[in-house]
């Protein structure tokens, strides 16, 4: 983390970056956020640990607009949000340093079985522990890292920067599950135990909008949830379109262009899986229009804005070609 | 709608979007060959399949469609050149989304048929309304997020 | 809020008789905005108009629902009604009540609840339309026509006979098309090169005509009166400013073993030939594949024996761009392939001969020199027997469902010319029907059986069997006199069922014109469009369309010419001004829909916009609306719903699927 620090600091002063985009300590070691530091003293704030999951790509769509360049720190699976932001013309590229730094696999709270945490040992980086501690006000527990791992992690795409200028830390391997396994396993299910089990699910929502407003992908500058372009905004309305469309509506949206990071899921308050909607979206566009990984190259062509003259026809669905394809 | 209470008829909803070039005419050509189809069906006109917004499809169901069937040029025969392609893939993954959710796959539909394919037009229409009298009414994408 | 006017056609009975109009003119009143409702016999005609014209005038209509006939067939004409009446055209929205309601619906109930809710779509509709204005293309003053047969250099030559300058592209070496293979012609027995060549002569002397043999169209981009297309002039090998035509190239070639395409494969040809002697252009073309020099290397002659030194084996395919206003699509036809029909032995016995192979045989240009003779021997047959329909009204997929329409009046002319200078030769024609519509043409029919002697059997032949003896022995049936047949024949002749070329699709999709299951292309009304496409620009003439004899193309290619020259004559044309719209506040600037777009009708630019306050720089879409045709892609394609599309807006769709599902 230090050398995180000290490598903006020098690049602060020497003024080739006007301020640094990071992660800062929030109000627990298990939360720390997203912020912008304008001067090597504001640093003192900065964090860089297993906590650290949130994807800073997003926010560089704003650091686009302010003047002078912004150092800002992916990690791999960030480094494809970036990637696909300069597809679509949000971030300059010109105006982002981009330093790829080392993950050895993010945590989730969620996932550390315990109430009243008041601290974590063995989170840090570069130096993680096999086993966390936890201490809590009950006492001291402990929970092995992998199993306190983001799901996104344990389907890893890889240690690879899609884009950077310089590299700072080591990454770990993490990947331990089919990506598209949970997707299969829902795919398997009869009509009546998928609907079961989404129902169950997206009866959670609470529509705050987490998940889109952490979505890279998600970055209109207003969505069409907000907009009377569609009459869609009825947000009084218990039984409106949103309500019940939203999340179909904005998996579609991100079809071809999400980079599975994973980051709607990790910021769900109610815990729904909704990175299953995204995935199932790459599960179909893999079988049917051939491997596609947003993120990779900025000039391919995304597959819901190409074709081929042999594409399957839409019945493939009802004739069940796509299951466990 | 016209749901009958005491189920003796159910009489669905379904929406046909059709666009402009091939399938409105070839609709139109079912109608002045009096080649007929249950009155369950209304046609929307658009320029062409590309226009048909998922949301559409989705606004439809929520407004208490039972099924909703797409209908455009046959794949290289469309006036835009390239926008049944498009629809093509897009309704696939939608479908495919619906399915995983667990709404009936036969709720939803994409045919192509151009403007000379009168008979075609008819045969749709009739094998898709008894597709959706047989899968009822839809209550699914409705109930998706009231458990009861 | 809209003051909308609704407005119910009877139709005569059309929709009257299975819609309560009255009805649903009472139930238009109860929408919100219907300040009036109305139903009328006939809303299309001057005095249904001039309702629509009254009720907009007193009570200041700003919207109106026509509910009536298809929008495909009358919405131009209410929405020049509105026009007239100060209203914007775009104002105007059409309900479907008969094509979509009262013709396919017999009870009158259904059919009206039907009517009520289709009006409710067209009215929630309207309530969104907004005034839109149409804008303006430049016209091209240039047309192009597809295929070089009769119907295109008919086509040609009366556009250019009015001034306007015409490119014809040519597949094969000459033009000329199907009628050049012809000998005679029905119902005047005139020689069909007779008439034909001096055409070919004329549209080639055309001033206005420019002739491009031996080429594809290979792109078309563009729109009605603007139109771009990359021709592929494809290399002839022979320098066609260099060649005089002596023929000498063609007599020494030393590769004779090509069948000849002109002569239907009945015998061979040289690797560089011309199709015919009185090709146009004069100027042959090395069939590559067949050519010693490109098999092997080694040869040459053709370049040696050429005086005007015109042999350039190292020409290469020439692509050329050219801008027209008006392209008409003239690709004509070919008898279907008979391998499904193995039953008449097509292919098992030389003498087995289809009738446009019996035209070659007639022909004296053709592979016996016009001398009617067996190919298997070469003796002169005395029994001949004529087999119609075959392939054509089939009910199976062998064949195809339509009638070929020239066959009836062909296989007369073959009966009545072999009979009249083969007096000797006994003609059988086996026929489902006789079918002779047209001018002259059941005289005609009635001379080969009456004056001509011609045996004419209602039934079908069941099958051709090749005998040891080289006959051939035709097992049929005579449906008057209900017997079997057994005949000896040694010529049978099947009157093959014609088909597009097998281009037209191909062409059709890069010209986005429709084409039917039989790969006919589509004309925009059958009966009140016969020779436009529905794709704005698009002409058709000749067989493409449908099945038709010499006569009928020559005046559909004279019907096409003049809908090139109406349109050639403009100097502007509207455009459709149902065209996306960015909303540059909603833009992300992301280029999804510039990436869907099939026009490139979309750019980006950066722009200052006032967000609500916020003033910044911005990458935004653009969208040209001389180019945006209107298709809807990019709708779709944005994510945040900035691009919509004018006359057919979300907000619209939306309202017409609240109103159905209400």
Redesign the interface.
Known sequence: MQELITRAKALLESGEVQRVLGWKQGEHIYDPEPAFFDSAEALKDFVYNGFCGANLSKYMIEAA?LEGKTLVFLKPCDSYSFVQLMK???VDREKAHIIGVGCKGKLSVNKIDADGILDIQGAGYPDCADTLTVDTLYGQTTVSYKDAMLERCHVCKGKEHMVCDEQIGESADTADSDRFAQ?AA??A?S??????????E??K?IRCNACRNVCPAC??????FD?T????TQKANTTS?E???FH??R?????GRCTDCGECSRVCPQGIPLHL?NR??IK??NS??GEYQAGVDAQA?????????E????????EGG?THA | MPVNQNNEEFRPVIVAFCCNWCSYAGADLAGSSRLSYPADVKIIRVPCSCRVNPMFILRAFEKGADGVILCGCHPGDCHYSTGNYYARRRMTLLFSMLDFIGVENGRTRVEWVSAAEGVKFSETMNSFVAKIRSLGKNVRLGDLRCKN | MQKIGVFVCHCGSNIAATVDVKKVAKMALKEPGVCHAEDYPYMCSEAGQSRIAAAIAEKGLTGIVVCSCSPRMHEATFRKAAERCGLNPYMVEIANLREHCSWIHKDMEEATEKAVILMRAAVAKVHLNTPLQAGESAVTKRALVIGGGIAGIQTAIDIADAGYKVDIVEKTPSIGGRMSQLDKTFPTLDCSACILTPKMVEAAAHENITIHTYSEVEKVSGFVGNFTVDIRKKARMVDMTKCTGCGVCQEKCPSRKTANEFNRGLNTRSAIYTPFAQAIPNVPVIDTESCIKFKTGKCGVCAAVCQAGAIDYKQQDEIITETYGAIVVATGFDTIKLDKYGEYAYGQSKDVITSLELERIMNAAGPTKGHLERLSDGKAPKEIVFIQCVGSRCSDDRGKPYCSKICCMYTAKHAMLIRDKYPDVNVTVFYIDVRTPGKNFDEFYRRAVEDYGVNYVKGQVGKVAPQPDGSLLVQGVDLLDNKQILKKADMVVLATAIEPNPDARKIATMLTASIDTNNFLTEAHPKLRPVESPTAGVFLSGVCQGPKDIPETVAQAGAAAVKVIGLLAKDKLKTNPCTAQADELLCNGCSTCANVCPYGAITYEVRLVNDHGIREERRVASVNSALCQGCGACTVACPSGAMDLQGFSNRQIIAEVDAICR
């Open positions: 607009k679509e013309h949000r997707v829902i795919e299910m009509p009546e135990e998928k609907f079961a089990f989404f129902q169950s997206l009866s929502c970055s209109c500058r207003k969505c069409v907009s372009k569609f009459d869609s379109f309500e019940k469309m179909i509506i998996a579609f949206h991100v079809a909607f199932k979206f179909d566009i049917l229009y062509k995304a597959p819901l804005t190409s074709f081929t003259q594409d399957a026809e839409p019945s493939i669905v009802a796509l």
